[in-house]
T-cell receptor, first 112, second 115 residues
Framework: KQEVTQIPAALSVPEGENLVLNCSFTDSAIYNLQWFRQDPGKGLTSLLLIQSSQREQTSGRLNASLDKSSGRSTLYIAASQPGDSATYLCAVGIYGNNRLAFGKGNQVVVIP | EAEVAQSPRYKITEKSQAVAFWCDPISGHATLYWYRQILGQGPELLVQFQDESVVDDSQLPKDRFSAERLKGVDSTLKIQPAELGDSAMYLC?????????????FGPGTRLTVL
């Protein structure tokens, strides 16, 4: 069974610092990896999608890397802002049953 | 920009009552998913539809949960009877294609509280 772990579970950083969020998964047989943002009581907003053949994706201040062989992905958020405060979820697409396996999330607070 | 629609956004019910949630996926998306997210956890798949057919309902508690997508467009998830442990966020997502190996887009969710 695919297990997805996100470390740290929660973190606080001062505004302007770079954020580094880690995601690890136990089975490298994935077809893609998605990073989502979730605000309290809200749905999921897709941030970045990395296909299994790719090593990284970038969108504005966000950059996500994927190392399938080691079962790891990292989300970098440059120059954090208070508006970046949210929970960030990592999800991997599992071959065979077409489902996403999610981690529990990284809860981020950016302090003004 | 096209979005996944869900209603209601919030639902409070007493245990043993019936509840129903509705989802309208992005137009043209063949695959529809219902997830349940307990507070502090990641979402877990309940059921996946390909057009009007169920392709995965292995995690759906079938004694009380049912889901349908009669015309292959919008979908309804029902719980009868609701239990205290059903309190959670219910998320609907959709994706293009028929393989399921595509980016999933999520709706705003329905927050269910069972008293």
């Amino acid at each position: 069974k695919q297990e997805v772990t996100q470390i740290p579970a929660a973190l606080s950083v001062p505004e302007g610092e770079n954020l580094v969020l880690n995601c690890s998964f136990t089975d490298s047989a994935i077809y893609n990896l998605q990073w989502f943002r979730q605000d309290p009581g809200k749905g999921l907003t897709s941030l970045l999608l990395i296909q299994s053949s790719q090593r990284e994706q970038t969108s504005g201040r966000l950059n996500a890397s994927l190392d399938k062989s080691s079962g790891r992905s990292t989300l970098y958020i440059a120059a954090s802002q208070p508006g970046d405060s949210a929970t960030y979820l990592c999800a991997v697409g599992i071959y065979g049953n077409n489902r996403l396996a999610f981690g529990k999330g990284n809860q981020v607070v950016v302090i003004p | 920009e096209a979005e996944v629609a869900q209603s209601p956004r919030y639902k409070i019910t007493e245990k043993s009552q019936a509840v129903a949630f509705w989802c309208d996926p992005i137009s043209g998306h063949a695959t529809l998913y219902w997830y349940r997210q307990i507070l502090g956890q990641g979402p877990e798949l309940l059921v996946q539809f390909q057009d009007e057919s169920v392709v995965d309902d292995s995690q759906l508690p079938k004694d009380r949960f049912s889901a349908e997508r009669l015309k292959g467009v919008d979908s309804t998830l029902k719980i009868q009877p609701a239990e205290l442990g059903d309190s959670a966020m219910y998320l609907c997502a959709s994706s293009t294609g028929t393989s399921g190996y595509n980016e999933q887009f999520f709706g705003p969710g329905t927050r269910l509280t069972v008293l």
